[in-house]
């Protein structure tokens, strides 16, 4: 692939970063996650760790003291729904985020977003994490895998943008509580009741799951007849379904 050149103290230097946000819409899954206000997260290549993102801007820069204030803005956003979408996708502990952007070629700002996994040994945490980076084309997650992640993060990352604030639940006895998911946005009100008094904490997964239906159902009625948006609402309740019958 060529690289698209930039100047650079009276010679012309190559950017990979730049050569892919010139074709943003044309990019396999695993290069275009999202792109977001100024930013675009991919999956990293040359990993062994699936799920291993990289976010970067649209435009070219160096470093963090030359972003504008949006940027700056939407640049936290951003690393938060990308930590988030982990969590959920590849059931990471937390993540790692890391910013080097010194490679010939990689000098476009970047910062790695790495899911710290359960199973990492002290060997891979912290800076060892880097020891899952540069691996042989053997060893790499492939580009099928890759493309896969990057569907079901995308569907995870978009829900978290659009998804409404949580309202106050206003309580009516010691076991259930109610909660108006779509009123205040002009669409049909659902109120639904949960007894989440009664789920216990050994009940993580299920009560998750009512909230992400609860999420799911405001989204549809936000939707009225969008099919763009209705057809990531279906994705995500798929995802959900797959993942409670398993």
């Known amino acids: 692939m060529a690289l698209s050149s930039r100047v650079k103290m009276g010679r012309v230097t190559l950017c990979f970063a730049c050569e892919n946000n010139e074709q943003t819409g044309a990019l396999p899954p695993r290069e275009e996650i999202i792109v977001s206000g100024s930013w675009r997260v991919a999956h990293a290549f040359g990993t062994s760790l699936p799920g291993w993102l990289v976010v970067l801007p649209t435009r070219h820069v160096r470093a963090l003291h030359e972003l504008r204030r949006d940027e700056a803005a939407q640049f936290g956003e951003v690393l938060h729904r990308a930590?988030?979408?982990?969590?959920?996708?590849?059931g990471c502990e937390k993540a790692y985020f890391v910013f080097f952007a010194e490679a010939e070629g990689f000098e476009h700002l970047h910062v790695h977003v790495i899911p710290r996994m359960a199973w990492f040994t002290p060997k891979e945490r912290g800076p060892g994490v880097f020891t899952m980076l540069g691996?042989?084309?053997?060893?790499e997650v492939s580009e099928q895998v890759r493309d896969d992640l990057a569907r079901r993060l995308r569907v995870a990352l978009e829900l978290m943008q659009s998804a409404p604030r949580s309202l106050p639940m206003a309580e009516e006895d010691d076991d259930v509580r109610r909660t108006n998911i779509g009123g205040r946005y002009g669409s049909p009100t659902f109120t639904i009741a949960l007894p989440f008094g009664k789920v216990v904490n050994t009940d993580n997964?299920?009560?998750?799951?009512i909230a992400e239906l609860a999420t799911l159902v405001s989204?549809?009625?936000q939707a009225r007849g969008d099919e763009a948006q209705l057809s990531v609402v279906q994705k995500a309740a798929d995802e959900l379904a797959t993942r409670m019958s398993s």
């Open 205 to 209: 997964e299920l009560r998750d799951a």
């Open 219 to 221: 989204r549809a009625a």
């Open 135 to 139: 691996v042989s084309p053997d060893d």
């Open 83 to 90: 930590s988030h979408a982990l969590q959920e996708v590849v």
